[in-house]
């Protein structure tokens, strides 16, 4: 008997005929005698239904005066569909409970909207599948030291499977979503774009930190930290599949790196079209400006991507990075207010139409020329380059953002990823 984590994203739970197919599923997981925790999101859309309604009531949000109750408002999609899912459990004869985080609990920090998992009580889950039940835990939120309801960031259902995975040490955490697996890069820009059969966790950690909509980023890096076993797959396959086929379909990710090593150089291209471009022009260029810059956007719970620093001219210098598109105003006005009055700045300047393209692969740590080969593709397009980023596995430009599919469709042919 296994014990197996199932998460379901917010197009397989769209409707009450997915949820049921859902159940139908995961009961015949159960009756093939392991036992099951599911952790599913809220139904397609309904978090930004909700999250709209907030926006109708305080259209100027640009500060985090709402953020502990924007987390009661979104924790209640999951909410519903955990609810909806044991019912139709229980319909279906399979004796089920569902739980939201802060009944398990899931504990995280404070830091509302993009809370962090702390730990995880699995003592209530282990009665529960002890005695036979199905338990359904809901994804993206738990609870913090003074009983706030959290929520874990967009994408945040993911996490919160392999954290509990982890926690329980589960044999193995599937994933199920509205596609068959991971693939070299997004089908809807590039037709040709072939499934993987495996990914190693070090490339998928880079696909999904820069942009890869598959899985979150926080899910991998727990994935990774704790070893859980990882396969993302499709929920509109028949429910009814043969349960071993089902558990080899897919896209398994594997912390086996040998044999890929000396293969295909880059596995997968990602894309990120949600970021945007800041500038602090005219800075002094003297020890600890950038940390006079960046330390303000940290303490506003501003993530950064890429950073760039030209070369001082006449002591002074212009500072670039990126962040979350959803974050741009907010970090403009910070800087506009704090930062640049303070540093003696000329100006901000920033660029919300920008996009992230990078190529992703294990096998350029013993390869060189790929970088190279990733600038000449873009130069024969006539894609003019504004920022490079570069690790041991993979290359990322920022563009245009105007120029993104075609940068895509451009390198994944340059890297002969269409063929199998």
């Not at 004869?93 to 995880?120: D, L």
């Not at 880079?206 to 704790?226: D, N, T």
């Not at 071993?244 to 912390?255: H, M, P």
């Not at 800075?283 to 600890?288: F, Q, R, T």
């Amino acid at each position: 008997m296994a014990l197996i984590v199932h998460k379901y994203g917010g197009t397989s739970m769209g409707s009450t005929e997915r949820i049921r197919n859902v159940a139908k599923r995961v009961a015949k997981w159960a009756r093939a005698g392991h036992q099951m925790v599911v952790v599913p999101s809220a139904m397609s859309g309904e978090t930004n239904r909700l999250l709209g309604l907030a926006k109708e009531l305080a259209p100027a949000k640009t500060n985090t005066a709402y953020d502990r109750e924007l987390d009661m408002l979104a924790s209640t999609g999951e909410q519903a569909s955990s609810a909806l899912l044991a019912i139709a459990l229980q319909s279906e004869g399979m004796a089920s409970v569902s739980y939201a985080g802060w009944q398990v609990p899931i504990k995280t920090n404070s830091a509302f909207t993009k809370a962090r998992i702390e730990s995880i009580d699995d003592v209530r889950v282990r009665k529960d599948l002890a005695a036979g039940r199905v338990v359904i835990v809901t994804g993206f939120q738990g609870v913090d030291p003074d009983g706030n309801i959290t929520t874990l960031g967009r994408g945040g259902s993911d996490t919160s499977a392999v954290a509990v995975a982890a926690a329980m040490k589960a044999d193995e955490c599937l994933i199920y979503t509205d596609v068959d697996g991971v693939y070299t890069t997004d089908p809807r820009v590039v037709p040709e774009a072939r499934r993987l059969t495996t990914v190693s966790f070090e490339e998928m950690l880079e696909m999904a930190s820069l942009g890869s909509k598959v899985l979150q980023i926080r899910s991998v890096e727990f994935a990774g930290k704790y070893k859980v076993p990882m396969r993302v797959l499709s929920s509109f396959t028949p429910w009814d599949i043969d349960i071993n086929e089902e558990a080899k379909s897919g896209t398994l990710i594997t912390f086996e790196e040998d044999e890929k090593m000396e293969q295909a150089v880059v596995s997968g291209i990602a894309f990120n079209r949600d970021e945007a471009k800041i500038s602090v022009v005219g800075v002094p260029d003297k020890p600890g400006i950038a940390f006079q810059i960046l330390g303000a956007v940290a303490d506003a719970n501003i993530e950064v991507d890429m950073i760039i620093q030209n070369i001082s001219k006449e002591g002074k210098t212009d500072f670039s990075f990126t962040v979350h598109r959803n974050d741009f105003a907010r970090t403009m006005d910070l800087l506009k207010e704090k930062v640049v009055p303070a540093l003696g700045a000329t100006e901000v300047t920033g660029d919300a139409k920008i996009c992230k393209v990078s190529i992703v692969g294990i096998g350029m740590r013993s390869h060189v020329g790929i970088a190279s080969k990733m600038f000449r593709s873009l130069s024969e397009e006539g894609i003019n380059i504004q920022m490079i980023s570069t690790s041991e596995i993979k290359t990322s430009v920022v563009i245009d953002e105007k120029y993104m599919e075609l940068a895509v469709r451009a390198l994944h042919k340059a890297f002969d990823l269409d063929q199998a």
